[in-house]
């Protein structure tokens, strides 16, 4: 699938907010891709926001000992947003070519701690792509006042 000039400016101008820390470039600029050819603005905010959440969901469960209090909590909600993302990325896939939906499947769609890993790579970026619509966002706030 080709990433068009569009996508890559912004995929160009995430790597820079975020000094080249992307982990799956290649997975969000498909993303991208997909979403705007296929009109899909609101799906695209709700990965973002879902893989935002598991991003801060699994870094705070890291930073907890084992049976601490809300552990449980932290995990369980930590589930529900994975199926979640899955259910998005498969909205997604469904929407690319044949070699895109292979490769989504099988880095991201296998019930395995490959594919969970994956998840929680790919959420890190779209937890950086958040922050960075809100930096925006804020940015346009400010300068309307």
Same mark, same amino acid.
């Given at each position: 699938?080709?990433?068009?000039?569009?996508?890559?400016? /912004?995929? #160009?101008? @995430?790597?820079?907010?975020?000094?080249?820390?992307?982990?799956?470039? #290649?997975?969000?600029?498909?993303?991208?891709?997909?979403?705007?050819?296929? @009109?899909?603005?609101?799906?695209?905010?709700?990965?973002?926001?879902?893989?935002?959440?598991?991003?801060?969901?699994?870094?705070?469960?890291?930073?907890?000992?084992? #049976?601490?209090?809300?552990?449980?909590?932290?995990?369980? *909600? @930590?589930?529900? #947003?994975?199926?979640?993302?899955?259910?998005?990325?498969?909205?997604?896939?469904?929407?690319?070519?044949?070699?895109?939906?292979?490769?989504?499947?099988?880095?991201?769609? /296998?019930? =395995?701690?490959?594919?969970?890993?994956?998840?929680?790579? @790919?959420?890190?970026?779209?937890?950086?792509?958040? =922050?960075?619509?809100?930096?925006?966002?804020?940015?346009?706030?400010?300068?309307? *006042?």
């Amino acid at each position: 699938m080709d990433i068009s000039e569009d996508t890559q400016r /912004v995929l #160009n101008f @995430l790597q820079d907010f975020c000094d080249g820390n992307l982990r799956k470039s #290649n997975d969000i600029a498909l993303l991208l891709e997909i979403a705007a050819i296929n @009109l899909k603005a609101k799906e695209m905010n709700d990965l973002i926001f879902t893989g935002a959440s598991i991003w801060l969901i699994s870094q705070k469960i890291k930073k907890l000992k084992d #049976n601490e209090e809300g552990t449980n909590q932290l995990a369980e *909600e @930590l589930h529900r #947003n994975i199926n979640e993302i899955s259910r998005l990325l498969q909205c997604f896939s469904s929407l690319a070519p044949t070699e895109i939906q292979k490769r989504i499947e099988r880095i991201y769609l /296998v019930n =395995d701690y490959g594919s969970f890993l994956n998840i929680i790579d @790919l959420s890190h970026d779209l937890s950086i792509l958040k =922050d960075l619509q809100n930096k925006l966002k804020r940015e346009e706030q400010q300068s309307s *006042e």
